[in-house]
């Protein structure tokens, strides 16, 4: 295992520190909706600025296509200043004279925030001009943004190739669990994947059965997996066309000494609808008018029997239609206890992807895992297997 360097190894007392950071958060008429990810940049900003630093925040905002006054990252410095307690200024643009000016007014332990780095075409093209327009105003380079390393762009990779570049805290807790989860884990490691559907996540199941001993199989992608293997799956979701694939991922299974759990049972409703009339059948019967719209009780015994067997869990996607009670039982049920083994010190639990952190906030048990990641795309492409590009670039 290769080890990332980190603020440990950063001398950054009076400074430049170019940091990057996720600041792309929700918005509503002009306010922050919900502050968990400047919450989560905060610690590495403390901890520049108290050590002497001058931290020079970099991030991108929505999806601009050239300036755009709308995506301006302005009412979020004021939230940021807000959350940490003391004033951030901010910079009209993250590079040229406005950028200089503005980092050249910095004394040490002061914050600044730069413009959407989105408003240049140079970031997403990792342009190494724009680089370097970047790079002049810094002298330290700490990626803080594991959600956005997955992308090869300016401010997430190519400054890290030119400046002496560093992991900030919260990509450090990121990457030591992401370690524990999947790289290096303790094993038996067991993968739950749920959710929608297959065709989003075929890459991700077919890195994770060379990788674990046995991978737990729900929500409507089961079905697709039900239905290859021959079994009536009435009218629930399914992508019908893919059973080949499915067959073929068991099979890699087989070959990888990969245990398969799909549910032997499933909640079945004649419609997705909250309350709607319900009734649970084996995973043999189930009823031709019927969808299956969470997994079955006997099911759920099953997954938590694995978990029991592991020392190590993945989990990504829902069990069932958790948005609508009571088709959220199973996943409650799995994550509560996944969560008490957890609080045991028996089980070293890693979470992520968008609808997992909801479902498991739903259940109440986001903070009794050892990590959960709100990084969407960073976190499935990690799960997939890939390298992520601006992770790559920290390793020491
Ligand atoms: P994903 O974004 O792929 O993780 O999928 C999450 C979505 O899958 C959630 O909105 C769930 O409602 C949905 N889902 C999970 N199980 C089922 C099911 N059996 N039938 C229909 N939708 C499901």
Redesign the pocket.
Known sequence: MTAFRTLDQADVKGKRVLVRVDLNVPMENGRVTDATRIERVLPTIREIADKGGKVILLAHFGRPKGRDPKESLKPVAEAVSQHLGKPVAFADDCIGEAASHAVNALNKGEVLLLENTRFHAGEEKNDPAFVQDLAKLGDLYVNDAFSAAHRAHASTEGLARVLPSYAGRTMQAELDALTKGLESPKRPVVAIV????VS??IDLLENLVTRVDALVI??????TFVHATGLGIGK??AEKDLAATALRIIEKARDANCAIILPVD?VCAYE?KAGAENHTYGIDAIPEDR????VGSQSVERVNAAINDAATLVW?????????AP?DQGTVAAARHAAQRTKEGKLVSVAG????VA?LNHAGVADSFTYVSTAGGAFLEWMEGKALPGVEALRA
Do not use: H, R, V
Request: proline share 3%; net charge negative.
């Open positions: 749920g959710g929608a559907k989003t996540k729900g929500g409507g992608m089961a079905n629930s979701l499933g997705f969808m299956i719209l969470d990504n996607g829902p069990l069932g239609a958790f948005e609508i088709f992807g968008g609808d997992t479902a």
